[in-house]
């Protein structure tokens, strides 16, 4: 059965943006996941690319965040840098009907200067690469204080690549009280090690 996204209690700028990009009804993961996640509740998700995560996630954090308030409320941490400009692009995409909604990508071999300036105007929304991140983290350059949903995308790559003590060096500056989306098309034993140190009762 084919279900509607306007049966999901987005903000209405968000189902505006939908209908503008064309999706009609929702895959698998988005149908099964998008209720858990718009009450609040840690999920994890088992999806490859392909399987419409990236809205999946996307929508839940897009919802959940409070565009007066200019400060970083949700952070998407990527394996790589292709990954992370392809999630801003749709995060973008999906936003487009949300005025004033700062979308920053933070990834490695890009200008830190330019980072920098960009992390002074304020932003709703980080996605990036766990090294890059990590390092805007420490010199206190990027702030996790207000930080309400944290997405781990492709988590399985993220392990095998080795972030794994950068990943957990952010979630050190985050807040405990905080929404966590674990994405991954694989679940060996590290990523329930993963899951049972940074979720609380996720729903999978
Ligand atoms: P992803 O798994 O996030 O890499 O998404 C795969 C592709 O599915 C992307 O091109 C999305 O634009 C597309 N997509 C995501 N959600 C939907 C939907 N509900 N209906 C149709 N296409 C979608």
Redesign the pocket.
């Known amino acids: 059965m084919s279900v509607p ?1 306007t049966t999901l209690p987005l903000r209405p700028e968000l189902l505006q943006g ?1 209908a503008q ?7 698998p993961i ?1 149908e099964k996941g998008l209720p858990l996640m718009l009450e609040g509740q840690d999920v994890i998700g088992q ?10 996630f996307g929508l839940a954090l897009l919802n959940a965040i409070d565009p007066e308030l200019r400060k970083t409320q949700a952070l998407v941490l990527c394996p790589t840098r292709e990954l992370a400009d ?1 999630v801003a692009m ?1 995060l973008r995409q999906l936003a487009q009907r949300m005025s004033n909604t700062r979308i920053l990508t933070l990834c490695g071999g890009r200008p830190y200067r330019d980072q920098l300036a960009a992390l002074e105007h304020g932003n709703h929304i980080v996605v990036g690469t766990p090294g890059r991140i990590g390092k805007h983290v420490q010199k206190r350059s990027l702030r996790l204080r207000d930080l309400s949903v944290l997405v781990l995308d492709e988590a399985d790559r993220m392990m095998d690549m080795g972030f794994i003590d950068q990943v957990m060096d952010i979630l050190y500056h985050a807040p405990i009280d905080r929404q966590t989306l674990l994405f991954s098309a694989t679940f060996p034993p590290e990523i329930e090690v993963l899951s049972t140190s940074i979720q609380r009762r996720p729903q999978t």
């Not at 990009?21 to 929702?26: F, H």
């Not at 999806?47 to 999946?56: D, P, Q, R």
């Open positions: 996204f939908i990009i064309g999706y009609e009804t929702m895959t988005q999806a490859k690319t392909g399987s419409g995560k990236t809205a999946a392809q749709a």
